[in-house]
Every structure is written in C-alpha cells, then in structure tokens.
C-alpha cells in the first residue's frame, strides 16, 4: 500500500461543487492500494484569487500552515492535492519560499502565532503524478474491466493543472497524459484545439460574459471534433464547462449537452464501480453513455 | 497626448514598483516581445496588455496603471508564465500590482473581480475554509439587495442543477465546513500582513 | 613523353551489372571507342578493383582512363590517380537511380548509359594531365593594411602561425577606432559588464613581435602583382617610399563615423549631443580625471538618452539605409558606464528593434537588472543646449513623447573605409580614354584615394558592394573577394562590431596563408583550391578582342604592350570565363577545353528523327546544379532518360559554340543550369553564370538562322538544394520539347 497526506482542498467536501469527485477518486484509491490520510485540520489554500485582498506574505502564510501541518502530522508523507489550484498554490509556496529566505522567515513568524513551523520538507504533488510516477501505467490499467470501447472523449487539461508547472514535463502546450488515461480505459481521445484553453478560472462569477466565450469555444471545439463526453482533471474546470452549457443555451440559442466528468469517474467505471461509485449521479448534465456502461 | 513631464521614463515608479509589487523587480527585464498579449484568454477585454502595463511602469505612469482595469482581468491561466521567452512572472507580477492598487484604493471602484476576490478572501480567513454557499450569495448581493435578489433569479436554474447533483448543500447556509483552529489562522494572518507593510517599508 | 594508352573500366557493382548489359558496354568501349584496353569489375572501387587499374596505369603503360562507375563526386579518393587522366562515366547516379525501373525503360536506360560511356572515353581523349603552373611564386610574407583591432589581430595570428607580417598603418599609432574607447562590448561570459578593450595590450604585442614590421604613417602607393609576387611600394608621410615583395594582402582599413552633422534634426552639431565616438571619449575623460561622466561643459549628467539607428536603416535616402549591427549593444554598453557609477541616473534607450547579435542578449539583460530603461520608439526631434530634449513616438505606448535630459547619445553607423568606387572608376575610365581632360584629372584623384593602388587592368580598388563595403562573396564564402591573394576583414567589408571584426581578421588570416601556399605550390586558390590546371593561351589565334580581359571575374588578365591578354596566373581562379568568353577558342586547360566538352557532346548517339527519342544536353555547374542531379539520384528521384549531362566548371565556361554544335547536331534541346546571378549571386566565381546569361541573350539571333525556336535553349539557376526541382525541371523540358517537334537539324551534324 502506498500511503500520502491528503489535501482534499474545499470544492471536493462533501455537499460542495466537486462532492462527486472525491467518491469517484475513493474508488480508485481502492483499487489501486492507495491510501490518503487527510491533513489534520487543513485550510483553504486561497486559490488564485487570494492575490486580490491577501497580497503575498499572507497568501504564502495561508499555504505554508498546510504545508506545516503535513510536516508535523504526516511526517515523511508526499502531500498529495487532487484540485489543480490547491496543488499549484502549495507548490508555489514551497517554491517561493525557497527561492526567498526572508520570506521563509517572516512565514515562520507567522506560523509561530499558532504554534506551528514550516521546515521546507513537505513535497506538494498532484493525484496525477502519483498515479502515473508511483502507480504506472501498467498497474493503472491492470484493473480495467469494463472499456469503455466507442466513447469519443475531449480530453480537457485546461490551465493550472497544465501550467505554471506542468506535469511529467509534459509540454504545456499538448500535453498527452489525460489523453492516455483516455485511451487507456478504452475509450478514444479525440484530437482538437481547446486542450489546453482557459474556461475563464475564478472569473466565470465576476465576468460571465467574458467567460462564458471561453467555454462555447471548448464545447464547441469538442463537439466539431466528434467527442460525445468532456473530461478533465480540474474542478473548476469542471464546473464552469458543465454548468454554464444552460446559461450559453439559454443567450446564444446554442443547443450544447455535452457531459464533462474527471478522468478518476471515467476510471472507476472503467474498474468495474457503479454509476454512484463513479460520482456520476453528480452530474448537471448526465453522462448517459458512461452511466449504461456502470450498469452493465 | 503628449507626456511632457519631467518624470516620464525616470526609475521612479519602477522603483516603487520593485519595492512594493510581488515580483515586481521583473518588470524592468520585459524585453516589449508581446508574447503574453497574444497569449492572454482575455486580450480582447482588457486596455492594457501585460506588454503595455510593463512599458507604463517604466514610462512612470503611476495613476495609468494602478487604475488600470487589466490586471484585474486575470484568469490565472498563466500562459503569459510559461510562453515568456524572458521568464518573467508575469501572472504574479500582475496580481501584484492589482493586490497593490487595491491596497492604495486606486482600483476601479465596484470593478467585479477585485469584488469578488475580497469576498472570497475574507469568506476564506472567517471559517479557515470557503463556504461556496457564502461565497456565492455574497457575490449577488454584493451590489444590494435588489440587484442580489435579480442575480440569484437569473441563476436559479444553475443552482438548482446543483442541488439536484448536490453539489450545492442549502444547510451550509447555518455553518457547513469549517477549521477547528480559526482564531489560529486569523492570528497568522493578521501577522503576515504585519510584517509584510514593515518589509515594504523598508524597501522603499 | 610515352605514347597515350587509354582505358576503360566498367564497374558492375551498385546494382550496375544488375540492370545494364555490361557486355554491350564493354564492346562500345572498344569497338566504338577504339579503348586500348577495356576491363569490368565487379565491385571496381574496392581494394582489388583500384589495384587493377593501378597495375594497368604502372605495367601496361595505360595514361588515359575513363572509368563508367558512379558519379565523379563519388570515390574521389579510390579513383584518385595521380600519374594518369581520368574522366568518368556517371552510370550510377546518372542511370541507374534515375532513369525509372521496369522493362519498358530498358532500351533507353541501355541508351543513356552506352553515350555516358561514349562521352567518358571522348572526354579522357581530349585530357591532359595538368602539369602546374610552372612560374611559381614563393613570398610567403602578408602584408596588412591597417592597424587597427582587425589588422593587429590579423597579424598576430599570421605571424604566430610563422609567417612574416607587414602592417601598413596611416597613423602614427597601432590600435585605430578601439583606442578611443573607454571599454568595450563583454566577449567572455557571462556577458554582463563592458570589459577592457585590450588594444594597447595587443598593440604592444604586435609592436614586439619579432616575425611582425610596422611601417606607421604609411600608406600604399603602388600594388603590382599577383599572390606570392606581389610587389609593393610604401610611401612613409615624409615622401619616402619603400619597395617590398609579398605573397598576400590583407585589408582591414576599418570605418569611420558616419558624420553626425548631418543629422541637424537630430541635434547634429549643438551641444552635449553627442555621438557614440564623442561618449566614449567623454568616459575616458571622467575614467582620467577619476570621477564620473560629465558633460563637455562639466556638468554632472543625471539623465541621459541614447537614440538608436539615428541616419542609419534610414528609408529616405539622406542617410545610411543599412544597421551598423554593433551600436545597440555599444548603446547598451554606455548606458551602463552611467548605471555602474551611479545607479540614480536615468538612462533611457529609444531604440527601433534592438539588435544584439552573438552574446549580446545576456549583456542586455544584465543592463536592464541596472535599470536601464529600454523603449521601442521612433524619434522625431532632438535639441541640444543646457537641457536637451527628445520627442519621440512611443511605439509601445503608442503616444508622443518628450524627455527632457542633460545629455543625448546619437548612434550613428559605421561607414567603410573601403578606397575608391570601382563603378565610378570604370565610368570615368572609359571617358578618360575617350580624351576627357576632366575625366583624367578625376582618374587621378580616384587612384590618390585608393586604399590598394592596383595597378591592375581594373583599377586601383577591389570592387565595392552597394553603400562602398570592399568585396566579398557573402552568401557563400564571406572572405573571398575577386581579387585573388587580398582579403578584406573587419567593418570595411559590412558593418561588425568588435568581437566579429576580430573573428574575421583570424579567418582573413587563415585565407592569405592558403592563398600563399597555392601559390607557391603553383596551385590554385579557392574554390578549386590545389587544381593544378591552368589557363593556356594560343596567342598566334588571339584577335585582341579583350573579352577574356573584360570578363575575368577576378581581374586576372590584364594586357601587355601589345594589348594581347597577359595571364597572371596566381590570380586566375580557374573557371574557365575566358575560355566560354574566347570567340576564337584560343583558351583552354590542360584538363578542360572547348575540345574535351565539345567532344562529348559530339559522342551522343543521336537517334533519328523516327525514332521519336529527343536528345537533351544539359550543361550542369558542378558546384551546385550536377551535384543536385547526383543528389536526385540518391533519392531516387526519376527523371527522363532523354537527357545527357555534362558537368562543367562554371556557366561562366560554356563557350558558344557548344551550343551551336549541339543545335546542329541533332540535339532537341539544351539546359544550361547554373548558380544564382545578380546581386545575391550564389556563383562561386562571382560574375560566371551572368556571363553566361549575358552571352545567351546573344545566342538567339543564330538560332534564327538555323530557323530554331529559341525554347530549344533554356537557363535554370539551380542550387545545390534542388534535387526535386531539377527532375521536375527535366520532365517539363523534356514534355515542352515533344510539344514543339523534334529538332529539324538531325542528320545534319
């Protein structure tokens, strides 16, 4: 069994907007002998609006408490994110704090209001990199027993789990990984242009409009190039592609239903999990073709 | 127009920039290529490319650029990031300078993304972790109870499809997720930002 | 002498003996061609093969062969002998590879192969070994003209390759444009600080140098000669002149400043602005008093602007149209002789597109970690004075803008310092000739002015490129100039900056060593470097039509007392213009002659006009165009079997009357295929496949006569990258040739 210091990080809770997400990753988690310990206590990471009213140090401090926690409760442990915001804000903390010592030091400082210390041990890293780096694909594939042979799939990769840090040191420009996750459940990654394109992030709330152009265009991309399905690693990613389909029906007279799941759904139905196993009674719009397979 | 001021293209904003900007010590080393403005999801919305707010800097167009709206169009996709042939930061120099015109009160009044980035912050350090209910309903009632009530309605259907897939949970209206050690982070916090105005000043 | 005994030697190996009847071969070889002695081989150019042969050349007393193998570009060093002739037959690349597979092709792949053969052995009979020249010209001395970073770098690394050096240097001193800088550009990693510019160090190198002799205050004031015998005199200032023998010039006369007053919208001439020359010497002031720069006036300088390409890429033609290339960086540099001393002062850089060739983008970043503020701008107006301003367009900002400073920097271009405009040479010339009074008083001035003073047929100076850049052939071999044995180095042959002018004084260097080892060895210089064939002159048949004088692209020829063409042959290329310029053939090579193509061209089976088989003759440049043939073949490109290819030296070669006797004879059509001409010539001798383009234009009024179309003769400029093209090329030739008709002429020849 492989064992990680887990940070869920806020959308993936239960009741909230990636609910669906963490009963499909539990399932993979299963199958694959992976065990993730929940951080004691963990805090909102700010995600990348924090900038706005936290500025740096504090938005470094915010980071750095989970970074300590892991060190002091989970010793030894990789600290694994599932959320591409989470596992980019942790990294850039650890990095800046490397690169500036001040820094460093005015964050203990911080920290030390709480009794805490931030050593510079704990190593962020993302779900994917644990599957493809420690798992493989070979024993990734070894449970598959259900393909998902004759689904056309977008595979989605969007922004932050993409760039600044980019994943296996893949390009940031097409990345392939999530393309193989897909194939290798047997469905058929679909080529287009959107791959790697921006839904608009945390602004599809403050500038709809200016967001909702960003989705058409990868929904609409999918589509052109064939795919039935969506699927991506990032939560809000998937959020805003699934959920504002309605709203850019309802002003622009499109007719787009195209589900959009995370590559962990299409996994646990893939090794054999029902429909809820796979989250998929989460979806706002209902990945049909996905759901007969779990049932069959 | 004609900037006829003795000081246009001297250091110093840049050097105000440098002292008080998150990586603000990059913009001097943009080499004007336009990368990131051909690189950005949101060119077509803002005045001022990443390119164009570095060259105002060092043009010494402080009121320009702290009311600029352009930073304030950041999705945080950081292409800018990765495709800068100079490797400049540029999404954190850009959050930067809107964290510090936001601190100074020259950002644009009621501008929605700076709104929205104090509601979350401060729904963030309240209860240690975001409360999306919260969040959400304070993002429509931001502008008051009237335009709140027209927002929610406009995207009722939205929140509906949430609660149906619940993903959306009514409850959290009375609590939902929080920390244990609230009072811990509010402390760390409130620190930080102690220590953060005291480095500034002596940079500057 | 002995008696000639010719060969020929069939290879069957490649898939040759696979494809090709190598007995019917065999028997044209010694039925046709009348072979002493006629031999196949399996594998010819294996050990065994090339001993055959070598018995053959030492036992049998064979002199001549022809070996129809693959092409002549291919197994140079196995069929390399040296006591015999040998042409070959191109069956591999030429046949085998092109010519498409299947049955049905082979009759005329048998066809194609059998005239190769007849043309290799037709060839081979006209050859002979070359015997070098025998007036040989053994000076190795080289002798440098200025004294500046090219020239002291130039001579170091010739004398320290052991040879003697002779700087001419006008001033009184070593060290020219770079002994007025304060620092220069960074050379060495990391690229980020101006360093020392080591002139006087170099200088005092040179100075001391015991294979180096200066003449200071000197100029030349005659240059006679050819490689390794040029005879020059240098005149001292005081009026005293001295006469030296060199084996090779290298010119390094620099440039000079374009001149800053006429720039007046620019501030040109009013005070404390200044140009780049004037803030270096303002920063070695500051560097001598021990303290920081001031201005002329001795005002502390607080804010200073460099204006960049001001009067240069200048598109109104008052000014230099073209980027000097070092003054960005130079700008660069400067800015930070301010930020290093006082990082308070603003330096602003208003630049067009900022140009830092080599290291020069590490150097920039490091200026902008000082705070050098960079601006993309065009500036319109600048005022000198107490308080200087500049307007300028902010092309980012896209708005005016004015700065106001306590200095302004011009960076002005670089202009050469090249001697006296061949062009304006050859007009004034001509009217000189005419009787013009006027026009000889010019010619005078013209040759005082000269760098050089040549006292060649073509005048006193190498010839100038476009805005007086001395001579190079920059597409291709950038130190080759088309006056043999004298290379130009450094900015008077295109603008560089310091570390470039001192790469190419050491490659200029290297070039007069060659060119005085060939010439002592009585060899040819580049491109046909180590041919020891050269130009014979029958002169019994000689008219004194001067072509061969006028063409010689390299100024080789000039004339005698009684006006007969004088070969200096140390400073023929061996291209063979004056051969194809030569109305009565009088020229020729040892090796290569209007007889060893115009024979192979005559070998050519012609088919009668029943047969319906039209007969191509392609002249190829076997610089670019054959080996773009030879590289079809390798990749198995196909191309008609109608065709038969010649190689020849350069298009500049192709005497007319090939052309005639090919029309003549039967064939249905030529194609010359050259190099590039014009002012991006890619001609490796410069002017030869212009000529050649020059002479069709002349063709055409013959073609008349015979009542031919004048589609019957085409020119391709072809580079070495076509290989596709050339095969396209072939096919559409041979499929335009079909259309028109057979050539009416067969029988005739």
């Known amino acids: ?296 | 127009m004609t900037t006829n001021t003795t000081a246009a293209y001297q250091n110093s904003f840049l050097r105000e920039v440098e002292a008080h900007v998150e990586e603000g010590a990059w913009v001097k080393m943009c080499m004007q290529c336009g990368v990131c403005a051909g690189s950005c999801p949101f060119g077509p919305h803002w005045e001022h490319s990443p390119q164009k707010i570095f060259m105002m800097i060092r043009a010494g167009k402080r009121e320009e650029v702290l009311r600029s709206d352009s930073m304030w169009m950041c999705t945080s996709c950081y292409n800018c990031l990765v495709r800068c042939p100079r490797k400049l930061p540029i999404t954190h120099i850009m959050h930067g300078l809107a964290h510090y015109a936001h601190r100074l009160g020259l950002a644009p009044k009621g501008q929605p993304t700076r709104e929205s980035a104090r509601l979350f912050w401060n729904n963030c350090i309240k209860h240690g972790r975001i409360n999306e209910l919260k969040f959400t309903l304070a993002l429509y009632f931001k502008d008051g109870l009237a335009q709140g009530i027209k927002n929610a309605l406009a995207m009722q259907g939205i929140g509906l499809a949430m609660l149906k897939a619940k993903r959306l949970n009514p409850f959290a209206i009375f609590g939902g997720h929080q920390c244990k050690d609230k009072s811990g982070i509010q402390k760390i916090v409130a620190k930080a930002r102690e220590l953060e105005a005291k480095r500034q000043e002596q940079a500057a | 002498m002995a008696d000639n005994k010719f060969a020929a030697y069939i290879c069957a190996g490649c898939g040759i003996g696979d494809t090709l009847d190598i007995a019917a071969l065999e028997k044209i070889a010694q039925k046709e061609c009348k072979m002493a002695a006629v031999k196949s081989h399996p594998f010819l150019c294996n050990q065994e093969g090339v001993q055959i042969i070598k018995n053959d050349i030492a036992n049998e007393g064979v002199t001549h062969l022809c070996i129809a193998a693959c092409s002549r570009r291919a197994k140079t060093e196995a069929f390399a002998f040296a006591d015999a002739c040998v042409s070959r037959a191109n069956l591999r690349e030429g046949v085998l590879w092109v010519v498409a597979a299947g049955a049905e092709h082979d009759e005329v792949r048998q066809e194609m192969a059998e005239d190769y053969l007849r043309m290799g052995c037709a060839e081979v009979k006209k050859m002979k070994q070359p015997a070098g020249n025998p007036d040989k010209a053994i000076n190795r001395t080289i002798l440098v003209v200025g004294g500046g970073m090219t020239g002291m770098t130039a001579a170091i690394e010739a004398a320290e390759a052991g040879y003697a050096v002779l700087i001419v240097e006008k001033s009184a001193a070593l060290g020219g444009f770079a002994r007025q800088l304060w620092k220069r550009v960074p050379f060495a990693a990391p690229y980020a600080e101006a360093q020392p510019t080591g002139a006087d160090e170099l200088a005092a190198r040179v100075s001391g140098h015991a294979r180096i002799k200066l003449h200071l205050n000197s100029t030349l004031a005659e240059t006679a000669g050819a490689p390794g015998r040029f005879q020059v005199k240098i005149a001292q200032e005081s009026g005293s002149v001295t006469e030296v023998v060199v084996g090779a010039i290298i010119q390094a006369t620099g440039f000079s400043a374009y001149d800053i007053n006429k720039l007046p919208q620019l501030g040109g001439g009013q005070a404390n602005v200044v140009d780049q020359a004037g803030l270096e010497s303002l920063a070695r002031n500051a560097a001598l008093a021990g303290g920081v720069i001031k201005r002329a006036d001795g005002k502390e300088v607080n804010r200073v602007v460099f204006v960049q390409c001001a009067g240069q890429r200048d598109a109104s033609g008052q000014h230099l149209s073209y980027c000097s290339g070092h003054c960005c960086a130079t700008s660069i540099k400067q800015a930070t002789y301010f930020k290093d001393a006082n990082p308070l002062v603003d330096t602003v850089v208003i630049y067009q597109d900022l140009r830092v060739p080599g290291m020069g983008e590490d150097f920039y970043r490091s200026a902008q970690d000082k705070g050098v503020v960079f601006t993309k701008g065009t500036v319109s107006k600048v005022s000198g004075g107490g308080s200087c301003s500049v307007t300028f367009k902010d092309l980012i900002l896209d708005e005016e803008a004015t700065l106001v400073a306590d200095l302004v920097v011009l960076a002005t271009g670089q202009v050469p310092n090249a001697g006296t405009d061949m062009e304006l040479w050859n007009q004034v010339s001509t009217d000189a000739d005419n009787g013009d009074e006027a026009a000889k008083t010019r010619q005078q001035e013209l040759r005082a002015a000269s760098v050089l003073k040549l006292a060649y047929r073509q005048g006193p100076d190498m010839p100038q490129f476009k805005h007086g850049f001395a001579d190079s052939h920059f597409i291709c071999f950038p130190y080759e100039t088309r006056r043999t044995g004298i290379y130009a180095a450094g900015p008077t042959r295109r603008p560089m900056d310091l570390d470039q002018a001192m790469t190419d004084a050491t490659g200029a260097a290297l070039k007069a060593i060659q060119a005085v080892e060939n010439a002592a060895a009585g060899r040819a210089a580049h491109p046909r470097v180590g041919d020891l064939s050269y130009p014979i002159v029958r002169l019994e048949g000689c008219t004194q039509c001067k072509r061969c004088t006028v063409e010689c692209p390299f100024g080789a020829i000039d004339e005698d007392e009684r006006r007969f063409p004088q070969f200096n042959e140390q400073r023929c290329r061996r291209c063979g213009t004056c051969m194809g310029a030569c109305p009565v053939r009088v020229i020729s090579f040892e090796n290569y002659s209007c007889d060893t193509v115009g024979m192979q061209i005559k070998a050519v089976n012609i088919p009668d006009e029943f047969e319906e088989k039209p007969r191509i003759l392609i002249l190829a440049c076997e610089n670019d165009a054959y080996p773009a043939l030879d590289m079809a073949g390798l990749q198995r490109l196909t191309y008609s079997a109608y065709v038969r290819a010649i190689p020849i030296r350069c298009l500049g070669s192709v005497n007319t009357v090939w052309i005639t006797d090919a029309l003549s004879s039967g064939y249905d059509g030529v194609m010359m295929m050259g190099c590039k001409k014009g002012d991006d010539y890619q001609c490796h001798f410069v002017k030869g496949s212009e000529m050649a383009y020059y002479r069709l234009s002349k063709i055409e009024d013959t073609m008349k006569q015979m009542s031919l179309e004048p589609e019957r003769v085409q020119s391709h400029e072809i580079a070495i990258t076509d290989n596709a093209r050339v095969a396209r090329l072939i096919d559409d030739y041979v499929a335009q040739i079909k259309e028109i008709g057979l050539s009416p002429m067969k029988g005739f020849g």
Request: charged share 20%; aromatic share 8%.
């Open chain 1, 1 to 296: 069994m492989k064992e990680y210091a887990f940070y869920p990080g806020c959308s993936s809770q239960k009741g909230d907007s990636a609910d669906n997400f963490l009963r499909s990753i539990d399932v993979v988690c299963k199958k694959l002998d992976i065990k993730l310990n929940e951080i004691p206590d963990w805090n909102c990471c700010g995600a990348s609006i924090a900038y706005g009213e936290g500025g740096e140090l504090p938005r470094l401090a915010l980071g750095a408490r989970n970074l300590a926690l892991t060190e002091e409760k989970l010793p030894g442990q990789d600290m694994v994110s599932v959320c591409p915001a989470c596992w980019l804000a942790n990294r850039e903390t650890v990095e800046r704090l490397h690169q500036q010592p001040q820094l460093h030091t005015d964050v203990n400082l911080a920290l030390a209001e709480a009794g805490l210390n931030y050593k510079g041990t704990a190593k962020p890293r993302h779900f994917i990199e644990v599957l493809v780096e420690d798992i493989g694909w070979e024993s990734m594939k070894a449970p598959v027993v259900k393909s998902l042979e004759g689904i056309k799939i977008a595979g989605y990769v969007g922004c932050q789990t993409n760039r600044p840090f980019g994943m296996m040191g893949e390009s940031f420009e097409n990345p392939v990984y999530l393309d193989n996750m897909i194939n290798m459940v047997g469905a058929e990654a679909v080529p287009y242009d959107q791959k790697v394109t921006c839904c608009g992030g945390a602004l599809a709330f403050s500038e709809p409009d200016k967001a909702q152009k960003q989705i058409r265009d990868i929904v609409e991309s999918a589509y052109d190039h064939g795919a039935e399905m969506i699927v991506t690693p990032c939560q809000l990613c998937q959020a805003n592609v699934e959920v504002y389909q309605s709203e850019i029906n309802k002003k622009q007279g499109t007719q787009f239903n195209m589900p959009v799941v995370y590559y962990t759904q299409l996994m646990s139905v893939a090794y054999g999990g029902s429909a809820k196993d796979a989250g998929l009674d989460g979806q706002v719009i209902k990945a049909a073709k996905l759901e007969s397979i779990a049932m069959k």
